[in-house]
């Protein structure tokens, strides 16, 4: 709509299945130029119902024009569902979320048209700048369910941070999903540190001719993490060149790690030891060589 003088205000008549018609005045201030944008509330209980609305200008002069032809709406009372996808309970499984970003995805669902998914993340330690940032993007596909995906970013040099992330569906009309989606979890991008304490630079092949002997350790040290470490490796090449894994014996309570060779030849064996946290973080490798008698 436009007036050489300038519009002064908007007025909107709504009218519904009965033939009942009410009217709103947009404030001055939805009217920004030639253009206008005003916020009514149709007040309709019943979804589907149909509603259509018209608009008249009236300028600085007090001259209003002809109203608009009248434009028909379908309300939606109808909240939107949301959900996660089938690969989130593996991601969020550990609770723990690092050092590489999380992919979550999920669904959105609505009788008429899913648009959008709202994610509030907080920060919920007692941090001296903690936050609550929500942010609204759309879902993708066609139909009544519709996909979505978030990015959990993890900053560089974080460990041990709580957060909690929650889930609202949104649909078209603005309808907000009246029970949302939660998941909680640690953040933690720093690895683990690795030591090893004792090394045995020599050991016999008759030591391991018994299989079921227990056979004495090469290696032991500590291993430590804020949040917890998950595993620690050895990666063994033996006098052949071949290369196998296997896992050091890791005592959580004492933080502390052994770890026992099974040679199955004389030779020279190098062993390199990495410690991974709950968050997949990996240590800085540390190597050992072994020598093999008969």
């Given amino acids: 709509m436009g007036d050489a003088g300038g519009m002064s205000s908007i007025t909107l008549e709504q009218r519904t299945a009965d033939g009942n018609v009410s009217e709103h005045a947009c404030p001055r201030s939805t009217i920004t130029g030639t253009a206008w944008a005003c916020t009514v509330d149709i007040r309709a209980t019943t979804d589907g119902a149909t509603v259509e609305m018209r608009a008249r200008a009236t300028d600085?002069?007090?001259q209003a024009s002809e109203w608009t032809a009248w434009v028909p709406f379908v309300a939606d009372t109808v909240a939107p569902t949301v959900a996660y996808g089938p690969d989130v309970v593996g991601i969020l499984g550990a609770g723990v979320i690092g050092p590489q970003t999380a992919a979550l995805t999920g669904t959105v669902g609505d009788n008429r048209q899913p648009a959008a998914i709202e994610v509030c993340r907080v920060e919920n330690t007692t941090s001296t700048t903690p936050y609550n940032r929500c942010a609204t993007?759309?879902?993708?596909g066609m139909g009544s369910t519709r996909t979505w995906t978030y990015d959990v970013m993890v900053p560089v040099g974080i460990e041990g941070q709580l957060e909690t992330l929650t889930f609202r569906g949104v649909d078209a009309a603005g309808n907000r999903s009246t029970e949302m989606i939660?998941?909680?979890?640690?953040?933690?991008?720093i690895a683990p540190t690795v030591a090893i304490t004792e090394a045995r630079a020599r050991v016999s092949l008759a030591?391991?001719?018994?299989?079921e002997t227990i056979a004495p350790d090469v290696l032991a040290g500590t291993a430590e993490d804020g949040v917890g470490v998950n595993a620690v490796l050895v990666i063994v090449t033996d006098p052949a060149g071949v290369q196998t894994v296997g896992g050091a014996f890791y005592d959580a309570e004492a933080?502390?790690?052994v770890y026992a060779l099974r040679p199955a030849m004389v030779?020279?064996?190098?062993l390199r030891v990495v410690a991974y946290d709950r968050a997949g973080n990996k240590s800085q490798p540390l190597d050992r060589t072994v020598e093999v008698t008969e």
């Fill in 60 to 62: 600085a002069y007090g």
């Fill in 255 to 257: 933080e502390a790690w």
């Fill in 267 to 270: 030779g020279t064996y190098t």
């Fill in 182 to 189: 939660t998941a909680t979890y640690v953040l933690d991008s």
């Fill in 207 to 211: 030591d391991y001719a018994d299989v």
């Fill in 137 to 140: 993007q759309p879902t993708a």
